[in-house]
């Protein structure tokens, strides 16, 4: 599948940073030093292309991205969680770029099958242009179709895949799973993400491994109820609430001077797993959490909040955590965030490798936080 000496150099970099800051297991690095990343990135320099960062490759109208290739660190986790086996027939929920099914074409060779389905046509036809430039040697076939529905001509599946954010588990993805199999998906938690590994117990579904992550949303039927609005294009600027709801004029309420609490709260980024363990906190606690991302002039890049009618406030950090009250009505959201804060570093500061998340199609025999979806019901718990 190599091509040769091609930016091997650049591919033994990036391994070699991503097994300093994780761990990846051999067959997963041997995976990432033979597919060839910028090879599925054709208008990426390929310099670029191995950085350990996350590529949009398409956005909609409205300037919303809604493709990409994945940050590798966290490709690499998810195919761990993963743990596929030579000869193992694997289906993948959002073809991209093509660059994840080339790493699990190596991973089941030999003998193995990749299927990987994505909702564009578009899409389905690049990742196919550059499965076939890379050389991928080992059997993937890309299909248009909706993932949700899985893929049943080459059912049952040993491992199931989403490389994109799912809400729900989706019937079809259980159903063409074998017994014995295992499903990884990046999975919402009431606005927050994690990649949950799960496997059969006893007539439900309880996860092995949990982990922060962050991908864009399913598309099409299958969708969730959570909320990208763009609040400004230039710069960018984009909240995100877990479901609809009525807020006000959140640009102009960023725009004024805000009220600032401190917490005794040390952290070294809002974007660690610490910080993922924050959100998860807030999503699980706080009806009127959030999320923003983009740029402002109060320093944010992508942090966590309370919205509420023309009022928000947001967590910074300035050796401490600050939480930023914007609005009429900012003071009062500020010291409500900074009890949430505070209430989760009191509990011990869970974080999301800590979270047990089982899924019922039934009744929920067990205690916990629960969750509703449209076919399934969450429980979620910490140690």
């Not at 030093?33 to 191995?50: I, N, Q, T």
């Not at 080339?102 to 550059?130: F, K, M, T």
């Not at 959100?279 to 890049?301: K, N, Q």
Request: with cysteine.
């Amino acid at each position: 599948m190599d091509r040769g000496s091609e930016y091997e150099a650049q591919r033994h970099a990036l391994v070699a940073l991503l097994r300093e800051r994780q761990e990846v297991g051999e067959p997963v690095a041997a995976a990432m030093l033979a597919v060839p990343r910028h090879l599925f990135l054709p208008g990426v320099d390929p310099e670029e292309s191995y950085r350990d960062e996350p590529i949009v490759t398409k956005r909609d109208d409205e300037g919303r991205p809604i493709s990409s290739s994945s940050q590798p660190a966290i490709m690499a986790a998810m195919l761990d969680q993963l743990g596929v086996r030579p000869g193992d027939r694997v289906l993948e929920i959002g073809a991209g770029t093509g660059y994840n099914a080339a790493l699990l074409a190596h991973l089941v060779a030999p003998g193995g099958h990749v299927v990987s389905v994505d909702i564009d046509e578009d899409i389905v036809a690049g990742a196919r242009r550059h499965l076939s430039a890379a050389g991928t040697s080992s059997p993937v076939e890309v299909v248009c179709a909706d993932g949700a529905a899985g893929w049943r001509e080459r059912a049952p599946y040993d491992r199931v895949i989403a490389t994109v954010g799912v809400w729900d588990l989706a019937p079809a993805w259980l159903e063409q799973l074998k017994g014995d199999g295992r499903l990884v998906v990046p999975l919402d938690l009431r606005g927050v993400q994690a990649s949950v590994a799960m496997e059969r117990s006893g007539g439900h579904w309880v996860s092995r491994s949990v982990l922060p992550c962050g991908f864009m949303r399913m598309r099409g039927p299958f969708a969730g109820p959570e909320v990208t609005l763009v609040l400004s294009r230039d710069p960018d600027l984009m909240l995100v609430l877990p479901e609809p709801r009525e807020i006000g004029d959140v640009p102009a309420a960023l725009g004024a001077v805000p009220t600032e609490i401190a917490t005794k709260v040390e952290m070294s980024s809002l974007m660690s797993a610490t910080g993922m363990g924050l959100s998860l906190w807030l999503a699980l606690h706080e009806p009127r959490w959030c999320t923003l991302s983009g740029t402002l002039g109060a320093g944010y890049g992508i942090t966590a909040g309370i919205v509420e009618g023309d009022s928000i406030a947001l967590l910074a950090e300035d050796r401490t955590l600050v939480a930023r009250g914007h609005g009429p009505g900012g003071a009062r959201l500020a010291a409500e965030l900074a009890a949430h804060v505070g209430a989760w570093d009191g509990a011990g500061r869970p974080e999301a490798e800590d979270l047990r998340v089982e899924a019922y199609q039934g009744a929920v025999p067990t205690a916990g936080t629960i969750i509703a979806k449209r076919h399934t019901k969450l429980v979620l718990s910490f140690p």
